[in-house]
């Protein structure tokens, strides 16, 4: 990809920012964000410091059980394009943000760490990999690891042209997003197959990271579980239940305003098939019976390959997860402390 690079005034340099103007095809100094004109042709970043704080705690959602993820803001939009990304409704961006300002993410994870363990991942923004050969955030982030054992790190990620690093001793996991080849074809443009994705697990966990598997959204469509179970299969022959950090369960869910976006941008998405009630957190999700049954059917598909492996529910209420798990998890205010 041909990447135009837009760099604010006055930042400083940093690792990052070295990297960035070494790799772009070319780059402009500009006053703010308002003078970013995206180009047609390739990809645009927009570098800069970063405002406010660079390391937050996920916001979730009202009335879900937190699993207590913290996210690094350094790259805010991607470039990839997922029907029901949430950022197509958070940023009217069409150029990519990076906040390069690297040592002010080390000072955050140095105190947060001193009080709490730290679970934090760099994939709630953007995606972890797709710009790592642009930024090598990920190499940083590693190299950080080794000397942090105690932060727990996880890369998510669609894209797998950038090999996962191998571990310096730390608590590094990578994650993909799992979704039958059919949805990746209609609903991911842009991001590595299945197959693709299931090779990048078995090369982190050869590395000696350990992985997590996100089915997440999961869609009701016809076949959804069949193609699940393929996948789990496949996973289960090539990775140790010992290197599943954990396995995370979502039902497809959106916000006010999304379904208009998503019917002008993706005219062929079949995400909104189906019927969707508002919940309390102004959420529109599957009516709750039938998550209730999807995730039962699904954990217990994934009980057959890794009986012991950690399973949770991302942004869902208490009122399914005890009828899922017949039982709340122990860990009362957080999933993972
Ligand atoms: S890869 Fe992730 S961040 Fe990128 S468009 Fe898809 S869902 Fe959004």
């Known amino acids: 990809m041909k990447v135009h690079l837009f760099v604010k005034q006055g930042t400083s340099p940093s690792p990052v920012l070295r990297r960035l103007l070494e790799q772009a095809d070319c780059v402009r100094y500009v006053t703010g964000r308002e003078e970013v004109a995206s180009v047609a042709e390739g990809t645009t970043l927009f570098a800069q410091d970063g405002l406010g704080d660079l390391v937050e705690k996920c916001p979730g959602t009202q009335f879900a059980k937190c699993c207590n993820y913290y996210v690094i803001k350094n790259i805010v939009n991607c470039p990839m394009r997922c029907s029901y990304c949430y950022l197509h409704t958070f940023s009217q961006d069409d150029f990519i943000t990076v906040n390069c300002d690297i040592n002010r993410i080390y000072r955050a994870l140095t105190t947060m760490s001193k009080t709490r363990s730290l679970r934090v991942g760099t994939g709630e923004y953007s995606d972890s990999m797709a710009l790592e050969a642009y930024t090598g955030y990920t190499r940083l982030l590693t190299d950080f690891a080794a000397h942090h054992p105690h932060i727990l790190f996880e890369f998510k990620t669609k894209y797998t042209r950038a090999a996962p690093y191998a571990n310096p001793g730390a608590a ?30 078995c090369r982190a966990a050869e590395k000696n990271n350990q992985v997590a598997l996100h089915f997440d959204p999961i869609v009701d469509l016809p076949g959804a579980l069949r193609a699940g179970r393929k996948t789990m299969d496949d996973i289960s022959r090539r990775i140790s239940q010992e290197a599943v950090a954990y396995i995370s369960l979502g039902g497809f869910r959106y916000s006010k305003g999304f379904a208009a976006v998503l019917l002008a941008r993706y005219p062929g998405s079949r995400l909104l098939n189906g019927e969707f009630v508002r919940c309390r957190d102004h959420k529109y999700r599957y009516p709750r019976e039938k998550r209730v049954h999807l995730f039962r059917q699904w954990v217990a598909m994934i009980r057959t390959v890794y009986p012991k492996a950690p399973v949770y529910l991302c ?15 122990s860990f009362s205010s957080h999933l993972f402390t």
């Open 172 to 201: 590094i996991i990578y994650g993909v997003t799992l979704e039958p080849q059919d949805t990746i074809d209609r609903e991911e443009q842009g991001t590595a197959s299945l197959a693709e994705r299931i090779d990048f697990l």
């Open 315 to 329: 942004m869902e209420n208490a009122w399914v997860w005890q009828r899922v798990f017949h039982d709340m998890p």
